[in-house]
């Protein structure tokens, strides 16, 4: 069956950096084009970035931009964000998407940034 699993999400003070890890498993992830997102308490869910299949583009949301890096290993059927200069604001659950005419959510990691 499909399965996203993320990983990575934590507790982390402002200024400091956290790795998200999205694990794809039961479709073909090097198809897929590849996406995370979050949630704020109380706020709709947001598009943070997005890589193409092969990796060959990649789009940010203003808010992360320059602090944020996405990234994937289609060996390793894995996705990546790299999360720097954490803020407040960045707290919120981050959720993977994979997305192909039909899309595939993972539950979501935690993420907090509080001193």
């Known amino acids: 069956q499909v399965q996203l699993v993320e990983s990575g999400g934590g507790l982390v003070q402002p200024g400091g950096s956290l790795r998200l890890s999205c694990e794809a498993s039961?479709?073909?992830?090097?198809?897929?084009?590849m996406s995370w997102y979050r949630q704020a308490p109380g706020k709709e869910r947001e598009l943070v970035a997005s890589?193409?299949?092969?990796?060959?583009?990649?789009n940010y949301a203003d808010s992360v931009k320059g602090r944020f890096t996405i990234s994937r290993d289609n060996a390793k059927n894995t996705m990546y964000l790299q999360m720097n200069s954490l803020k407040s604001e960045d707290t919120a659950v981050y959720y993977c998407?994979?997305?192909?005419?039909?899309?595939?959510w993972g539950q979501g990691t935690q993420v907090t940034v509080s001193s």
């Open positions: 890589i193409a299949h092969d990796a060959s583009s990649t």
């Open positions: 998407n994979a997305r192909r005419i039909i899309e595939f």
């Open positions: 039961g479709f073909t992830f090097s198809t897929f084009g």
